[in-house]
């Protein structure tokens, strides 16, 4: 069966985190505008407000895990005692390689773990657009074990770490987007794959990617009408069927041209091009130029 949510984190290809232990005692307010990787956090012990631009402030409580596939400047805050206005935290580095925000003395009243990573595929921009622009679960056993587990070996020297620290990442993902089954969650590919007709036609396009699909066939896959599977889609996955189904032709073309594995003729054919004169087109128009030249520039090492 097809597992298109494990088919986008492997393209993903994410790589070592930063990760940090922080403890807050007392109001305080951090502001982060500087990000320029994948950020999440998990909340070990009390409460706190996330407050990400253009999104309604999101109060986590112990447990609770946020992942922002794209960027997004945000702010941490204190909820008892809530920050007096204009206030602005500075985190500081003590000894034990915990930051501490807040009052210096007594035990901490907030402790959370916040790490970035990176996303290594020169696609990241479009895959992360296949996905929910923020995820939220709460209480999840699973995912705290592995944030740990992350964050264990992102600091240890034993061999091989960074290897381990790859796949650690892509189960923390996998399992971060797989737990979030909210019918309200945003429009993406992981609303699209928990919601009972869209799924089905999302699976039939990534297992058999070099397919004709016609929105008639797909809306079959989903047993609805044409209409109704083309407005389902479009408000459920936030994109047509088959522009979804260009992107991701176009992703694993470009994924493919990279590893240089199977020559351009072969790579039509496997994304449902009738020729290589019409996939070259279609290449040339959605990146800006052919794909011999995207091939030869962007081969890899």
């Known amino acids: ?29 951090v502001r982060r505008e500087d990000l320029d990787a994948v950020f999440y956090t998990l909340l070990l012990s009390g409460a706190a407000c996330l ?11 112990t447990g609770d895990f946020v992942l922002i596939p794209a960027i997004a400047a945000f702010t941490m805050s204190s909820i008892d005692p809530p920050p007096p206005p204009g206030m602005s935290s500075r985190p500081s580095l ?21 790490g970035n990573c990176r996303f290594a595929s020169p696609d990241a921009e479009l895959l992360v657009s296949l996905l929910p622009d923020m995820v939220v679960v709460r209480c999840v056993d699973r995912l705290a ?37 909210r019918d309200d969650a945003p429009p993406g590919l992981l609303r699209g794959l928990n919601d009972a007709r869209i799924g089905p036609a999302l699976r039939a396009m990534h297992a058999a990617p070099d397919h004709g699909w016609t929105v008639v066939e797909l809306a079959r896959e989903a047993s609805l009408s044409r209409s109704a599977f083309f407005t389902r889609f479009n408000r459920i996955v936030g994109s047509s069927p088959l522009s979804y189904l260009f992107n991701w032709r176009m992703a694993l073309a470009k994924h493919m041209l990279r590893s240089n594995s199977v020559g351009i003729a072969e790579i039509s054919r496997k994304i449902g091009y009738g020729s290589v004169s019409a996939f070259s087109t279609a290449f040339a128009r959605h990146v800006g130029e052919p794909p011999r030249r995207y091939a030869r520039i962007n081969a890899a090492e």
């Open 51 to 61: 407050e990400v631009d253009g999104k309604p402030p999101l109060v986590l409580q």
């Open 94 to 114: 003590c000894e034990d390689g915990v930051f501490r925000i807040g009052g210096m003395e007594g035990p901490a009243e907030v402790q959370q773990l916040l």
């Open 145 to 181: 074990t592995l944030t740990a587990m992350v964050r264990e070996e992102a600091r240890a020297t034993r061999p091989a770490r960074d290897v381990v620290v790859e796949h650690l990442l892509q189960v923390l993902l996998i399992e971060a987007f797989r737990s979030s089954t």
């Open 1 to 29: 069966m097809s597992d298109p949510l494990g088919d986008v984190i492997s393209l993903l290809r994410p790589s070592a985190p930063f990760s940090k232990l922080t403890e807050a005692r007392g109001p305080f307010r």
